[in-house]
């Protein structure tokens, strides 16, 4: 998406400057921009053209570039028949930060649309893995509903009817599949497991410290092809073709969960116990012999052939839906394997492990990965500026750190508020309808707020609400509507519920991070200021914190933004093609400002490889020119992970006054990092 909102967390360049330049370098150069206009638009006259609302300065200036993009694109076409193929026109770059403005010739070159890194690959297998389970955790709650109402049918019919047959309206209770592998085994029909095929050694994306918070991630990705086995293997099938000269089975990974009595981990050594004869209920208490064959004949193999296996292992962990969260510490060497009694009596297979050197440090030394730095209380701060930056408007306060600055400053310049305030010339609609549901929306066939997103709910009710995915819009239920504060539709409105903290950065200003698990589609926080006109924003001179609300020009597709999910129904009083507001298509008319009220979501920075995205949501009324601008986690997000968004800001948009293209650098970070903002 091109510009989702399009928002704005500069600490030195805004887009307010951006377009504050491209006026300076345009006033010297009107004859020659009226004859674009002209080129972009050769057979327009002025008497016939209808008559115009008014537009300010600036945003007749933020088109200009538009038209002159057009023209340069037509010009290139002309050249292309001419003079046979040129080089493609740069592609548009998303995203603004902190930085030097510097000449051309003093920044890396903007990365150019190539093939997608093993790691964003990785990252967008996850995503969809996520989208596919959320899905079936939707189904299941269904079921669950449906299941509840039927015993209560079945209680009823009983009390009132004791001459019925047994068995008669009998509850649904056959427990279903587990969500996560129907998302599996979706993903494998439609062929979206990223590696299908085993190999040895490394998977490409999945660096040596990576989290996975189920088993079945790992499957998804193909890290490890087995949600319940802890030995992952080849079989004969892999005899032929590459792998012609190795002795089949083969280990290739294998997990390290506490499930065995006899397992003894020393980190950089490890006793494995092979598979098999244990008892599945959780009590590691083996009950039969172990058998040499499958995965405990796979890691002997290993052993003779000098073959390294992925080591990941288990702990307990409470904000994983199976509890537990899985980390890759590495490629190990199976050096010995040996039968011994076990602590029960039973044969089992010992493998000796051995980390290979030359490898990334181990991450997981044992409490520290799962609560990182995270502290316990006010006086375990380090470099606490401020205790509270919401002033206690919010439930949980929002502490703000800085161990860069010397002296050490707190975030200054603007007032925290916690919900939207509207300027004076901005009226928000009051006639939209709500649902008749009562207490909480169950039914979306017959719920009117889920019929217009597409007769279904968009959130689940786990981990307190999830986005199953992201949408064009969504709608909630408002005040009109006959549900409480509980009904899962309502899952934006419920204000800030994770422990966040503000802290400065050496490059990108300040930064947002959360001290708690953030799970994929969970609400972070809503970009909070005040709701403008863009064409009053004018007088705001040096604001970083203008987002626009370009719901509508994303819907349509407009200047090369991504379109999202169509599963939604306008409401006819905000028809996409409205012939009265043709300026709507073009540039936002409402947006955002936090630069002197805001909340949280100021201090959010942009990232070419974020993990969260911006979604459009409307609730109290339903013109989409005026929706609420949400942050949700676009994957699981671990503590202390910096919180970021892509602004969307386009390669080659921001122009000196001596009418040439400026450029930025980003500091992201990213492995990924697209090296310029604009």
Known sequence: MKRQGGGNNTKTLSRFWRWKMVVQSLEGVGSVQSSIDVAANPHSED?????????????????KPQKELLVRQRVELL???????????????????????????????????????????????????????????????????????????????KRGAKNSKKGDLKADTKVAKRPDLKALTKMNDEKEILFPSKRFGSI??????????????MVAVGFHSHWLNGID??????????????????????????????????????????????????DKRQFRDQVLERGNLALKNCV???????????????????????????????VKYWAEKGISGFTVFKYRLKRLEGQPLLTTNQVQFINGRVPQSISEIRGLVCE???????????????????????????????????AQNVKLPTDATGCNCKGSCVDSKTCECAKLNGSDFPYVHRDGGRLIEAKDVVFECGPKCGCGPSCVNRTSQRGLKYRFEVFRTPMKGWAVRSWDFIPAGAPVCEYVGIL???????????????????????????????????????????????????????????????????????????????????????SSHHDIKLARVMLFAADNIPPLQELTYDYGYALDSVLGPDGKVKKMFCHCGAAGCRKRLF
Do not use: W
């Open 79 to 157: 050249d292309d028949n001419e003079q046979g193929p040129r080089k493609k026109l740069q592609a548009n770059v998303r995203g603004r930060q902190t930085g030097e403005v510097a000449d051309s010739e003093e920044l890396p070159k903007a990365t150019d649309s190539v093939e997608k890194s093993d790691r964003v690959r990785v990252k967008e297998t996850l995503r969809l893995f996520n989208k596919h389970y959320l899905y079936f955790v939707q189904e299941e709650e269904k079921r669950a509903v449906k299941a509840e109402a039927q015993k209560k049918a079945s209680r009823a019919a």
């Open 304 to 334: 003779e052939q000098d073959v390294p296996v992925r080591v990941v292992r288990g702990h307990d962990c409470k904000s994983s839906y199976c509890g537990k969260i899985y980390t890759y510490d590495g490629l190990y060497k199976v």
């Open 532 to 618: 403008r006109r863009t064409e009053d924003v004018d007088s705001a001179s040096e604001n970083y914190y203008i987002f626009d609300i370009d719901c509508l020009q994303t819907m349509k597709g407009l200047d090369g933004r991504e379109r999202r999910s169509q599963a939604v129904c306008i409401p006819t009083v905000n028809s996409l093609e409205r012939p009265d507001d043709q300026r709507s298509d073009n540039v936002p008319e409402y947006c955002i400002d936090a630069g002197s009220n805001g909340n949280i979501a100021r201090f959010i920075n942009h990232s070419c490889e974020p993990n969260l995205f911006v979604q459009c949501v409307l």
């Open 233 to 282: 293997y080849m079989g004969q099938s892999y005899s032929k073709g590459k792998y012609s000269n190795y002795t089949m089975p083969l280990a290739v990974a294998i997990v390290i969960s506490g499930m065995y009595e006899d397992d003894l981990d020393n980190a950089e050594e490890v006793v494995y116990t092979g598979q098999g004869g244990h008892n599945l209920t959780g």
């Open 388 to 422: 509270d930056i919401t002033g206690g408007l919010e439930d949980i306060a929002i502490p703000a750190t800085n161990l860069v600055d010397d002296p050490p400053v707190a975030p200054t310049g603007y007032t925290y508020c916690k919900s939207i305030q509207v």
């Open 47 to 63: 008497n016939s053209s209808p008559k115009k609302r008014r537009v300010s300065s600036r945003l007749q200036v933020k088109q």
């Open 204 to 217: 490409p994306g999945i660096d040596v410290g990576h989290q996975f918070y189920s088993r079945a991630e």
